[in-house]
């Protein structure tokens, strides 16, 4: 009976893990969008390109997106 216990509370702690973890993706996801729209519309203003906006905003988000992930890992 205890093992079935300990099976029981694993696999509930393993289900709060992943709703967790997916949580935070989608948080990351919309800050994400919302820093590479603001970038492409601004650095498209200064009169830059398309393709290299898009270059440039996926690569700042992408570090920006990192960081606050992995804040030890200061780019």
């Given at each position: 009976?205890?093992?079935k216990k300990l099976v029981a509370v694993f696999l509930m702690c393993?289900?709060?893990l992943t709703a967790v973890s997916v949580l935070?993706?989608?948080a990351t996801e919309e800050e994400?969008?919302?820093c590479y729209n603001?970038?492409?519309q601004e650095c498209s203003q200064q009169g830059q390109?398309?393709?290299f906006c898009e270059v440039k905003c996926d690569e700042d988000c992408s570090r920006k997106d990192f960081?606050?992930?992995f804040p030890k890992?200061?780019?």
């Open positions: 009976m205890e093992a393993m289900v709060v935070k993706v989608e994400y969008k919302d603001t970038c492409h390109g398309y393709t960081v606050a992930q890992f200061k780019a």
